[in-house]
């Protein structure tokens, strides 16, 4: 996704694009051996799908019109979510619904139709079935990258002005750069502390009319993520944190999980759902930045982009949309391509993602970690109570809480002064103090 994202920007600069991936790409939306986690539940986040239709005009209204079941009503109908024991408020009218417009679709899916729009480029190519070896370079300037064709075996250079890096969880520029005398690349890591399933589901039409129903419990109960998706398809996930059991190893087992999770509407239809195809389980919830940014020495000519810059915890359902602003950054970036276009880019990426990983980093904390400040704890504690109490009444602070969740607005946002006055009235409204 970060590849075909950079391939678009790309065009914009150069005369000629390749894109190089060592898959067979298919003609129809399917899965293949080069996204493995394809079979999981993949939602963009509402900010992923805006730079879509920024990069690609009129990319939504085809998703919409080739099955994407898209959520775009002025109220939070047609979603239901809850944090911890608060349900959020369903009914007041949203201030900028179209922010916040959701589009469920299976990966494989949003994935072909963003590969049709690329191939559709007249000056990008596709170069699919070849292997990227390692880049080629010139002292300090990358100047291509080694190919191997998968069919022949044959191996060439193909000769570039930018190398981007897209290779995902595979990448090894970091090994790359490691043994070519470049230094050792820092990182930061999370470890992965949750396992979680997925499983492709047929519910009979109109059984459960919420299409986007997410529940966020803490860690001792399971986490659930239930999205419509194409053709009357739906998909399901059920997260399990390592403390307190394994992730559900069948539809049975995730049905009984799903019970303690959601409510009983939403629980009657799913109990009517099909299995389609197997359920996938994954426990690779840690997460790994490559902090490029903070390297003394980076060559020109090259870039790294998506889950090989920085891959997040997926419980999180950030990637595409990160992929979808580091593309954007790199667009910002292009338009001056001296020897420095690797830091700046770099550094562009490194403030997007910052305050995501801090945010990340504070929910996936071990509760170990949490121990020696019982006082900052209680206090967490006690202002997310707040929050959650007003975002169960206020649509605004509602609204607020779904666009920093979507990264539409920074973390910040949510101490906004006005913000936080309208989550106090709130409070204050439920206990009696205030009408
Ligand atoms: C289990 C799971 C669930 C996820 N759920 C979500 C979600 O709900 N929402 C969300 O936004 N994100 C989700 N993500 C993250 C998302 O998949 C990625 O962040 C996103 O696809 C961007 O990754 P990418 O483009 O860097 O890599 P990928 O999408 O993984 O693509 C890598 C590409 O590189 C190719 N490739 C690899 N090595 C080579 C090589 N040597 N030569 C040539 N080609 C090569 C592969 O064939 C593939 O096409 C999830 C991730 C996982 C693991």
């Not at 209680?378 to 109490?389: E, F, K, N, Q």
Request: proline share 6%; hydrophobic share 45%; with cysteine.
């Amino acid at each position: 996704m970060a590849g075909l994202l950079a391939a678009r920007v790309a065009s914009e600069f150069y005369d000629s694009v390749t894109v190089v991936d060592r898959d067979q790409l298919p003609d129809h939306p399917a899965h293949r051996k080069g996204v493995p986690q394809g079979r999981h539940l993949h939602n963009f986040l509402t900010r992923g799908t805006s730079i879509l239709g920024e990069l690609f005009p009129g990319i939504l209204d085809e998703l919409t019109a080739a099955g994407a079941v898209v959520i775009d009503n002025a109220t939070l109908s047609g979603r239901y979510s809850r944090i911890g024991r608060y349900e959020l408020n369903r009914t007041g009218k949203l201030a900028d619904p179209r922010a916040l417009a959701s589009y469920g679709a299976s990966r494989p899916f949003v994935e072909f139709h963003v590969r049709q729009r690329v191939d559709r480029l007249s000056n990008v190519a596709f170069l699919a079935h070849h292997e990227a070896i390692e880049p080629v370079h010139d002292r300090d300037v990358v100047t291509g990258v080694r190919i191997t064709n998968r069919h022949n075996r044959l191996t060439q250079t193909l000769n570039a002005d930018l190398v981007v890096d897209a290779t995902g969880r595979a990448a090894r520029t970091a090994e790359f750069l490691a043994g070519h005398g470049f230094g050792s690349v820092p990182d930061k890591r999370l470890d992965p502390t949750w396992g979680y399933s997925s499983q492709l589901l047929r519910v009979p039409t109109g059984r459960i009319t919420d299409q986007l129903v997410f529940v966020n419990q803490g860690r001792a109960a399971p986490g659930l993520l239930l999205v419509a998706y194409e053709h009357d398809t739906w998909m399901l996930a059920i997260a399990r944190h390592g403390d307190y059991g394994a992730p559900p190893a069948d539809f049975a087992a995730m049905l009984s999980l799903a019970e303690q999770a959601l409510p009983a509407a939403i629980m009657a239809g799913l109990r009517d759902a099909t299995p389609v195809d197997d359920i996938a389980v994954s426990h690779d919830t840690g997460a790994l930045w490559h902090r490029y940014d903070r390297m003394a020495r980076f060559p020109a000519g090259m870039v790294v982009i998506g889950d090989g810059l920085c891959r997040l915890n997926p419980l999180h359902g950030q990637g595409m949309t990160m992929a979808a602003l580091q593309a954007s950054a790199l667009r910002d970036c292009l338009p001056d391509r001296g020897s420095d276009l690797p830091h700046r880019f770099f550094r562009a990426a490194a403030s997007q993602i910052a305050p995501v990983w801090a945010s990340n980093a504070a929910n996936d904390r071990p509760a170990s970690a949490d121990r020696p400040h019982p006082i900052r704890r209680r206090l967490s504690r006690w202002a997310a109570d707040a929050v959650g109490t007003a975002a169960t009444r206020d649509i605004t602070v509602t609204e607020r809480f779904l666009r920093v969740r979507n990264l539409i607005d920074p973390p910040a946002r949510l101490r906004d002064p006005a913000l936080l006055a309208r989550i106090a009235l709130a409070n204050l409204r439920r206990a009696g103090f205030a009408s």
